[in-house]
């Protein structure tokens, strides 16, 4: 059996705005997998005037090194951003940085839990799609 890991996700506001964290367990859960991993739950569990949490369990199917781990926590920015789709220049612009670099802290626990702060907006984020519900007269 393959176990489970937690991550709970700490975004700070006005950093990070409720749509870009409802924007990052929707793209999860629309794609069904975390870093290739087996997504079991994504949530966006509380919203404080400081911080908005947003939770993730997904099955461990390989071992998790430094550098995925890095990665992965990494790519949670990417898609807060709505750069996940993006031209790989964009997406890389912000893969590229260092966790550090990115004011990305975390504490891993023995029991496979994860807490992961982001404390600063990512260093490029995509432009807003227009409301779907504009009429336009020609």
Partial sequence: MNPLATWHLMFQKPAFESAQLRHVVDSLKAAGNFGGFPLQSATYTRD?????????????????????????????????????????????????????????????????????YYWQAPPIIAAPEPPKNDLRFR
């Fill in 48 to 116: 404080t005037a400081d911080l908005g949490y947003v939770d993730l369990t997904f099955k461990i199917t390989n071992p998790i090194t430094q550098d995925v781990f890095a990665d992965m926590a990494k790519y949670l920015m990417v898609v807060a951003a709505g750069l996940e789709k993006a031209p790989l220049p964009l997406y890389f612009a912000i893969m590229q940085h260092s966790l550090n670099e990115l004011s990305i802290d975390y504490h891993i626990y023995d029991s496979k839990n994860v807490d992961i």
